[in-house]
């Protein structure tokens, strides 16, 4: 399958690691020119020398906080700047906040929302401009966490709820320049965090069994890869999903009970 992708310009928030980095290196594989943003400087710093191991090919790299409206501007200004147009948008900047609601801390509500809600809207509306002439595309990771939250999931199942709304809302209004805007709700995928956890609980497994108990209630019965997470958000702003905007893609294994 041909994606179109050989020339396209492509900016990632959080693309220094996990699902993010993995996207960036599978877009340059695929002939995108590619920009990441992280708030580590080290972090960017070894994702682009692993993508050049693995490619032969330099991303450019922007230290931003994606909390930081003037940030999210700079990373989008900085972007045109280096490669002249702008076509994709990944706003897969985030991190994992769940806790029962009377234990959330009035100020984590805030960081939760400017980070997943917030952050997305900034850089969208600042990219905007450069896509409306060119049409392009736009996908922002959240959670399936936000279509069917559980017990002890917030705040991320409420920011990651709004995040959705948007999506399907901007898809609307956006169309008409023929810019597709899609989410993919992320389930149990294998992390730094997961790992962890892995580490500290259950040493004694490797990891497809550890893989596999974690994975119990889930269908396909295992953690996720980042790759299959990449592939999907790969496939979803190439031009193979030229009719594909307003749309929620779960890459959950099954395990979520709505579509």
Not at 49 to 54: C, D, G, L, P, T
Request: aromatic share 6%; net charge negative; proline share 3%.
């Amino acid at each position: 399958m041909h994606l179109g992708l050989t020339g396209k310009v492509a900016m990632i928030t959080g693309g220094s690691k996990g699902i993010g980095l993995q996207t960036a290196l599978q877009l340059v594989r695929e002939g995108a020119q590619v920009s990441i943003c992280a708030r580590d400087a080290v972090g960017l710093e070894q994702a682009k020398n692993f993508i050049y191991k693995e490619t032969g090919q330099d991303v450019f790299t922007v230290v931003a906080d994606m909390t930081n409206k003037a940030d999210c501007a700079r990373f989008v200004a900085e972007t045109v700047t280096h490669f002249g147009q702008l076509d994709i948008l990944i706003n897969n900047a985030g991190s994992a906040a769940a806790q029962p609601f009377d234990e959330v801390l009035e100020d984590r509500w805030e960081q939760d929302v400017a980070l997943k809600v917030f952050a997305a809207i900034h850089t969208m509306r600042v990219a905007l401009p450069h896509m409306k002439t060119r049409g392009g595309a736009i996908v922002n990771v959240t959670a399936i966490a936000g279509k069917t939250p559980e017990a002890s999931s917030l705040p991320t199942s409420m920011s990651r709820a709004a995040g959705q709304a948007l999506v399907n809302a901007a898809s609307k209004d956006l169309g008409k320049y023929n810019i597709r805007v899609n989410t993919v709700c992320i389930g149990l995928i294998r992390s730094a965090q997961i790992e962890q956890i892995w580490e500290q609980s259950h040493p004694e497994l490797t990891w497809d069994e550890f893989s596999a108990k974690m994975g119990e209630d889930i269908p396909l019965g295992r953690i996720g890869h980042t790759e299959e997470a990449a592939n999907v958000i790969t496939f979803l702003v190439s031009d193979a999903a030229s009719y594909v905007s307003g749309t929620a893609v779960n890459i959950d294994g099954g395990r979520a009970p709505s579509l």
